[in-house]
């Protein structure tokens, strides 16, 4: 029973404020200005945002230009192709960390690859894996034959 009451004494209030505003005048300028009131509450832009509207579009226009992955990477490749040249002394993991936020697909792979250290355990372990296949016994092996039989034991 009081919800009811609340209800009545809101479409009350909302009655008395349309009243006032149609007793304010009904001049074109007026309801021009309501209008814009309104337009603008629609589409939910502050003051500031209104002035910076054009401004806005132009930079989610520049955002939306590569839709794909692969012309992400072409713009990228293309940036990283106009920066200048640097000095050999300068560690390139340290150099791929300062560009990453121009160049985020490059330097992720960058990341991926120049975190491996250099080491001859990978090949002497082949050599060894070459030396098990190829013996006395297996001596008749053909060359291509060995190397994909080296290949698989090392990569399956």
Not at 86 to 92: A, R
Not at 111 to 114: F, H, I, N, Q, S
């Given at each position: 029973m009081q919800n009811k009451g609340v209800a009545t004494q809101v479409q009350q209030m909302e009655q008395d404020l349309e009243g006032t505003a149609g007793s304010r005048g009904e001049d074109s300028a007026g309801e021009d200005s309501t209008v814009a009131v309104a337009t603008k509450k629609k589409a939910g832009l502050s003051a500031l945002g209104e002035l910076f509207t054009d401004e806005d579009m132009a930079v989610e226009s520049r955002q939306e230009m590569p839709h794909t992955i692969t012309e992400k990477a072409q713009e990228e490749i293309q940036r990283y192709r106009g920066l200048p040249s640097?000095?050999?002394?300068?560690?390139?993991a340290t150099w791929w960390w300062t560009v990453r936020d121009t160049l985020p697909l490059l330097s992720d792979l960058a990341?991926?690859?120049?975190c491996v250290q250099a080491s001859s355990t990978p090949a002497e372990r082949t050599f060894s894996t070459a030396g098990d296949t190829i013996s006395q016994e297996r001596a008749c092996l053909s060359p291509e034959k060995a190397d994909m039989l080296i290949f698989l034991k090392k990569n399956c």
């Open positions: 640097t000095l050999t002394s300068v560690n390139p990341a991926k690859y120049l």
